[in-house]
C-alpha cells in the first residue's frame, strides 16, 4: 500500500527521514539498505504513473523494457552517482592502473596487462558498432580530458556529462567486477562446454534450396 499526501507533523516525517538516512549509512547489508532506500523513497517524495502507447504489442514491450531499464539505471545513479559514459569512464581509469602494472611481476602483471586491455573494449565496441573506426575513437578519447568522449549517436567528441550520455557508476563497477569473477573461474577451471561455431552450412544449404525453387536462381 502506498499513501500519498498523508497527514502528520512534518517535522516528525523529516525527523524519521533523516532517521533512515543515517540506517542506511550504518547497514552492511545490501537486503537491509535497499529495504530502506524504498521507505526513505516513500516519505520523502511522491508517486508518479509512466503511461506507455504503441501501435503494436510488440513495440509496447519493447517501450516498457526500456523504461524499466531506465528506472534501473537512475535508482542505481541516485545510489553511486554517474560517470560519462560510452566507456569513456574505463578508459580514464586505465591511466592510474597503468601506474600499478609498472609495480607488479609475473602473473599478477599479466592479469593487469590484460584488465588494462579489456578496459578499452566498451568504447572501441560502441565505436565499431556506430560505423566509425574503433581503434582510432579510442585514442581520440585518450587524448581528450576529463567528461570528453566519443557521442555515438551524433559521430562527435563532446562533454558527455552536458550532452547527457551518462553511465550510473554503480552499473560500470558492477559490469567491471562481474566480468573479473568470471574470468577468474574461467582460469581455474580445467574444461569449459561451448556451443560449436556455424561453419556457414546452415547458410549454404538454404541458399542451395533457394536455388532449386522456380524462379529464384537468380536471388544469389
Known amino acids: 500500500t502506498t499513501i500519498v499526501e498523508g497527514a502528520g507533523e512534518s517535522a516528525d516525517v523529516n525527523g524519521r527521514v533523516a532517521q533512515i538516512k543515517r540506517e542506511i549509512d ?3 547489508s545490501d537486503w537491509d539498505r535497499e529495504k530502506l532506500q524504498e521507505r526513505l523513497a516513500k516519505l520523502s517524495g511522491g508517486v508518479a504513473v509512466i503511461k506507455v502507447g504503441a501501435a503494436t504489442e510488440v513495440e509496447l514491450k519493447e517501450k516498457k523494457h526500456r523504461i524499466e531499464d531506465a528506472l534501473s539505471a537512475t535508482r ?3 545510489e553511486e552517482g554517474v560517470v560519462a559514459g560510452g566507456g569513456t569512464a ?8 597503468n601506474k600499478t602494472i609498472e ?3 609475473g602473473d599478477e602483471a599479466t ?5 588494462y586491455r579489456a578496459l578499452e573494449a566498451p568504447a572501441r565496441l560502441i565505436a565499431d558498432n556506430a560505423g566509425h573506426e574503433g581503434a582510432v575513437i579510442v585514442q581520440q578519447v585518450e587524448a581528450a580530458k576529463g567528461s570528453t568522449g566519443f557521442n555515438a549517436a551524433t559521430g562527435e567528441m563532446v562533454d558527455l556529462l552536458k550532452a547527457g550520455v551518462i553511465d550510473p557508476a554503480k552499473v560500470t563497477r558492477a559490469a567491471l567486477q562481474n566480468a573479473a569473477s568470471i574470468a577468474a573461474l574461467l582460469l581455474t577451471t580445467e574444461a569449459l562446454i561451448a556451443d560449436k561455431p556455424d561453419d556457414g552450412g546452415g547458410a549454404a544449404a538454404a541458399a542451395a534450396a533457394m536455388g532449386g525453387m522456380g524462379g529464384m536462381g537468380g536471388m544469389m
Open 76 to 78: 542505481a545513479a541516485i
Open 90 to 97: 574505463l578508459l580514464r581509469a586505465r591511466a592510474s592502473l
Open 111 to 115: 592479469g593487469a596487462r590484460a584488465v
Open 26 to 28: 550504518d547497514t552492511d
Open 103 to 105: 609495480s607488479l611481476e
